[in-house]
């Protein structure tokens, strides 16, 4: 006799509409409500107690010591007055590293070498780089960060640097090579600036003053970018060989770039650089904070910015469907030139009306300039 079993089996459209629906529109709740389940500890951060400082001992050499990790510094006028809205975005820690170690880098009229290392490592690499390609050390002050060659007319080698004729036709200029070793605009780098000057005598034991505000010709840049492709060169062949000049540690490091506030807020950054490389460097920092520029002018002196986090700028809700808006005028950015720097301050467009304020876009600008 035999026996037949029957079983049901749920499809599986049976089963997704059962099983499958429910679960999407759990999703979906959970998404339009922005994730309440998640806990949100915007205020835990900003109540969270600042740390001791590690103290080195009194015998320790603190040149041989770096933070293997370091943890960005909150500026004044965040750490006083930070909201939920304002808090800032998780440190960047290539944030100090140059994409290349070595760049030549062009503003107006003015050519150097930016290093991403301190002037006390590249001292004694430069002073060993005029010495081997012949141009000799006839004045040197670590202090200074200056050092200046021996006349470059009686060295065959340093001809052949600066591209001299073997055989000049008739009397010729007498000339001699200077080199500046100072601290960068940014932190922990070394700008080098090397350019010719004429001699007076053949007597170039005393220092020639160097000249800031004198304009150079075109051939006075090429010069000086040779010389400083050549110092590039000679600085990435021997990287595994370093030193470190004691004598260039009194070197004056003062930062070029400064925020100053009062009462906690941030009011203006000071910039101990001329107008064209002030410029320069607050465009430079623009672009790599991400900020918008929506319009400019380098002679009025003026950035009309674009503020707004990148999520305020995103129209959609999946990075698929978002079609990121065109940038808004929120603030803008004055340059102004001082009595002996130039500043940089910050206010509010007419017609914005968000919640990001002024000195907000001044520290955020500042991490990016220093």
């Not at 591209?163 to 922990?188: C, T, Y």
């Not at 990121?324 to 009595?339: F, K, M, Y």
Request: aromatic share 8%; proline share 7%; with cysteine.
């Amino acid at each position: 006799m035999a026996f037949m079993f029957r079983i049901n089996i749920p499809t599986f459209s049976e089963y997704s509409v059962k099983k499958i629906g429910p679960l999407a529109g759990l999703m979906f709740v959970l998404a339009a409500s922005g994730c309440s389940f998640i806990e949100d500890r915007t205020e835990r951060y900003v109540d969270a107690p600042e740390g001791t400082p590690l103290k080195l001992p009194e015998s320790a050499d603190e040149s041989r010591f770096s933070q293997m990790m370091p943890v960005r510094e909150i500026s004044a006028p965040d750490a006083g007055r930070m909201y939920v809205g304002e808090l800032p975005e998780p440190p960047d820690m290539t944030s100090e590293i140059l994409q290349e170690n070595y760049v030549i880098e062009v503003v107006d009229d003015e050519i150097w070498l930016l290093v991403n290392d301190v002037p006390g490592r590249l001292w004694p690499a430069v002073s060993t780089w005029m010495a081997q390609q012949g141009l000799g050390i006839a004045y040197q002050n670590p202090q200074l960060g200056l050092l200046q060659s021996e006349l470059v007319n009686y060295s065959k080698r340093a001809r052949e640097l600066l591209g001299l004729p073997d055989k000049p036709a008739g009397e010729e200029q007498l000339l001699a090579v200077q080199a500046k070793v100072a601290p960068g605009v940014r932190r922990k780098t070394t700008e080098i600036q090397v350019r010719t000057f004429n001699a007076q005598s053949n007597d170039v034991s005393q220092l020639v003053a160097w000249n800031d505000s004198a304009s150079r010709s075109e051939t006075e840049l090429e010069t000086s970018r040779r010389l400083l492709t050549d110092l590039s060169e000679f600085l990435k062949a021997r990287e595994d060989s370093k030193s470190y000049s004691r004598a260039a540690l009194n070197m004056p490091a003062e930062p070029l770039v400064r925020l100053v506030s009062e009462d906690e807020v941030a009011k203006q950054i000071v910039m101990d650089l001329d107008y064209g490389r002030s410029w320069g460097e607050v465009r430079r920092a623009l672009d790599e904070a991400g900020i918008p520029v929506v319009d400019l002018n380098r002679e009025e002196g003026y950035f009309f910015v674009d503020a707004r986090p990148d999520s305020a700028r995103d129209s959609g809700w999946f990075p698929w469907s978002s079609d990121p808006s065109d940038p808004v005028r929120t603030h803008d950015l004055i340059l102004e030139a001082g009595e002996e720097n130039l500043i940089v301050t910050a206010r509010r467009a007419p017609e914005y009306t968000g919640d990001i304020r002024p000195e907000a876009l001044l520290s955020r600008l500042f991490e990016y300039l220093y």
